[in-house]
């Protein structure tokens, strides 16, 4: 069984994901520089569910292409993940409604755990078929960053509770983890997952 | 004529209409937890129907496999597979809407089967289209799950102008019957239903 | 160059089209039976606007069958009548808002009447790219579809002024003229127009 | 790595942005044809986006019909451009609300000088991955276009400030620069930039 469609369908649930969220960015009030400022948060806000789905999209990118035969546990593991990631829109809606509560800053980073666990069991999935000598398994390497990001999230979401600038900051840190040091850090590491 | 568009057709329809049930979902008013309650309904609606677009999007992966040409009364019988799927966001918003009112919840359920029966003509067409050997054929075998769910959900159709619960009930018991036995049960009564 | 992502880029559009419009039908105010009512004129243009865009797509799909090489004149030729297809929702929009309007009723069919002239223009170009030999030309026959439904549309474009049931029904009539006699009427006629 | 899923990921977020734009463009208010005369500046901004996405699109399809391998930066690179053609329905909608208002008809103009940006990078990246003998830098010839465009958005934005008509003008010039002269004026001139 090809991989193609498995491809395809991730790509147009991701594709729809990161495109419908400006759809929800309220359009400014009035059309002078004034009327910016409180969209700025839900355009921080987009940028930061953007930068995520980007990254998700670049690592199942990488993560499926070392796939040879699609199994139907990687299908479900596969919807699994797609349903947390459709739900970051919702979070981040939710989020710029009521940027200063503990409750949704907290829940913006449940579904990021969800999904970054989505991703874990997709992975683990395919590691799982490919048996002994999984590419897979070889290319993530220590997978430091898939071992650190529950951590972080579960500390951001501990955090949001008290300081919701303490959550944004942990969730864009994660971002950032996965965006910047791809090269460098990463080889001394040793686990490259798959950077080019 | 290959099936390369059909499946990407299929793909697109099945991954806008999997992710706009997120768009319709109302995003709590106000940031605290209570505020989640009323969303629950929501919620819970939302992820049925991402099961069932879900199950549906994995047979007609299966299914599309076992094709080599693509007749126009296949892409005719998609289509209108298609339109039934993308009136289940609509169902699912009157539903959310109006949980406890018997007509809604009796046309969630006339939705399904009709999917249901669009599913079974697509598939009666790729089987006559075969021929006598038809690989499509031997993959369902006894097709006991595509002959229960009709059943099943012209029962849950009856029961919710009674019962409401008693619909969404049935409801979820169908997508769990593709969803859960797929191994065992399936490889005794010799149905296998393209599981892996 | 590949004829792969103007078939990949069209499928999208049209399965956005055709998806979307079901987020723009009125979900009924209530629960009831009757409160279905007022939500059927909705229905029933999105059956119709549903049928022309599967139309479309089949036929889409059949002509870029035949195309080996894209020129650029293709692709802007498909993004025009991609145009014109994605205005399909906002006219059955406004038809659904204003049903026995004269000028609503009109301009769903001046869309119909753009966009089959833009699939004229595609066609067009595929037979100018291909030579004197062209596989599209033999395909299409006669074309008597492709020539009669301008004259249909233009037709009921005028009735709609006067009695925009005339409009409704030449719509549909020109809708079903695609779809049903494909395989009969056409072989007498010799406009095959790619039936199977 | 293959090109084929940064295609089909492209070509999914640019026909979901080139469509949702339909989605905000607000339904004439009744049924007659005075109606129509608010939603002339929409429906006109929205052929204009529709232009610039088509535009992309078409030179993003040509662009990477040269790329034989795709890096880690591609990927980025790409989804950077994307980002900033996501917000172009933004601007649109904000536009179409305060035509006449300096900030917003700069703002449209910044988007679009990002979004040139952001292709300007994708190009170099896939230069730089090709070499010396790079296909890529040979097809696009002088660039002029690609040159041409960035001095025309700032000078446009400049513009909008004192004129917004200067604006609007400007921005549709620099789209009729990318459609008309392709054949013509551009061999003329050495630079070709995949025309045909």
């Known amino acids: 069984m090809g991989k193609g469609r498995i491809e395809a ?10 495109t419908i969220m400006v759809l929800e960015m309220k359009v400014p009030a009035g059309g002078s520089l004034k009327a910016l400022i409180p969209v700025l ?11 995520y789905l980007g990254i998700y999209w670049n690592n199942h990118h990488h993560m499926l292409h070392t796939v040879e035969k699609v199994t139907g546990g990687m299908l479900w593991a596969n919807l699994h993940l797609l349903f947390w990631l459709s739900l970051i829109p919702f979070v981040t ?19 990021l755990l969800m ?16 048996g002994p000598n999984s590419l897979l398994r070889q290319a993530i390497g220590s997978d430091w960053k898939g071992k650190l990001s529950p951590v972080l999230y579960m500390i951001a979401i501990g955090m949001s509770l008290i300081s919701q600038w303490a959550g944004y900051f942990l969730y864009t840190l994660v971002a950032l983890i996965w965006l ?7 080889r001394v590491l040793g686990g490259r997952r798959f950077t080019e």
């Open 9 to 18: 369908f991730s790509d147009g649930v991701i594709a729809i994901i990161i």
């Open 41 to 51: 948060p839900d355009f921080l806000s987009y940028v930061l569910s953007f930068l």
């Open 93 to 111: 809606h939710w989020v710029n409604l009521n940027p200063f509560d503990p409750v949704p800053t907290a829940f913006y980073g449940i579904v």
């Open 115 to 130: 999904a970054a666990i989505g991703y874990w069991i997709l992975q683990w999935r395919i590691i799982k078929s490919q």
């Open 180 to 186: 910047i040091p791809d090269r460098r850090i990463e």
